[in-house]
């Protein structure tokens, strides 16, 4: 996004690690974010091999992927009280408030014996975040965003030629529009406080990881 400058470069090495407290655990958070995805009911699935990234910082330095969509659906399928409320509220069309969310994340992570977590696709808008600092007492060590044109998105959708391209198209141009007016004001909040690394997602995937690798140089395994 041309609006979304990049932050300062740092030497590896010298990346600023945020530590926070989670009960009695510290632990350092990524938020993952991107432009270049479009929406199912669940998650949100990247046209820049996204999951693939997610699962590449897994196995290469040790982060735990946490997916809020992920963790929604698990807890429908748990067939909990909290379950059937989140099941309930998404079938009326209702958003699921963040504290639902945020509860969902912080219980998995307490429960994870690992201390570095990637969060994937939230916050989503700007009450997101805020929730999430508010509740959790955990600001990111940095967002990973990975960026891309809505020309792009449009390009490798036509390359798939699946289902009805001009539907989802329109699908693209509508998600677009959201991350314009929901999202895009969460990339400017963590910019202006230094903590964005963007990724240019329109490259081919190997050269994404490599970028990739680059700013997560300082949390690999000794």
């Given at each position: 996004?041309?609006?979304?400058?990049?932050?300062?470069?740092?030497?590896?090495?010298?990346?600023?690690?945020?530590?926070?407290?989670?009960?009695?655990?510290?632990?350092?958070?990524?938020?993952?974010?991107?432009?270049?995805?479009?929406?199912?009911?669940?998650?949100?699935?990247?046209?820049?091999?996204?999951?693939?990234?997610?699962?590449?910082?897994?196995?290469?330095?040790?982060?735990?992927?946490?997916?809020?969509?992920?963790?929604?659906?698990?807890?429908?399928?748990?067939?909990?009280?909290?379950?059937?409320?989140?099941?309930?509220?998404?079938?009326?069309?209702?958003?699921?408030?963040?504290?639902?969310?945020?509860?969902?994340?912080?219980?998995?992570?307490?429960?994870?014996?690992?201390?570095?977590?990637?969060?994937?696709?939230?916050?989503?808008?700007?009450?997101?975040?805020?929730?999430?600092?508010?509740?959790?007492?955990?600001?990111?060590?940095?967002?990973?965003?990975?960026?891309?044109?809505?020309?792009?998105?449009?390009?490798?959708?036509?390359?798939?030629?699946?289902?009805?391209v001009d539907d989802n198209?329109?699908?693209?141009?509508?998600?677009?529009?959201?991350?314009?007016?929901?999202?895009?004001?969460?990339?400017?909040?963590?910019?202006?406080?230094?903590?964005?690394?963007?990724?240019?997602?329109?490259?081919?995937?190997?050269?994404?990881?490599?970028?990739?690798?680059?700013?997560?140089?300082?949390?690999?395994?000794?």
């Amino acid at each position: 996004m041309g609006s979304v400058a990049d932050s300062p470069t740092v030497a590896a090495g010298q990346e600023e690690v945020t530590c926070n407290m989670l009960g009695d655990k510290n632990v350092t958070v990524v938020f993952v974010l991107g432009n270049c995805l479009h929406s199912t009911r669940w998650s949100w699935n990247s046209g820049s091999g996204k999951g693939t990234q997610c699962a590449n910082i897994v196995e290469h330095f040790g982060f735990t992927h946490l997916s809020a969509g992920d963790l929604l659906r698990a807890e429908i399928k748990s067939g909990s009280e909290n379950g059937t409320m989140i099941e309930n509220m998404i079938k009326e069309g209702n958003i699921v408030p963040s504290e639902v969310t945020i509860k969902l994340l912080q219980e998995a992570m307490i429960k994870s014996a690992n201390d570095k977590f990637l969060i994937d696709g939230f916050p989503r808008n700007e009450e997101n975040h805020v929730a999430f600092e508010n509740v959790t007492n955990i600001s990111p060590a940095f967002v990973l965003f990975f960026d891309c044109s809505e020309e792009e998105m449009e390009k490798r959708l036509l390359g798939r030629n699946q289902g009805r391209v001009d539907d989802n198209i329109e699908t693209i141009r509508k998600r677009f529009k959201v991350f314009i007016e929901s999202s895009l004001p969460v990339i400017e909040y963590y910019n202006g406080k230094a903590k964005v690394k963007k990724i240019d997602a329109a490259k081919p995937i190997p050269e994404v990881f490599e970028d990739v690798k680059a700013i997560f140089a300082p949390y690999a395994p000794n």
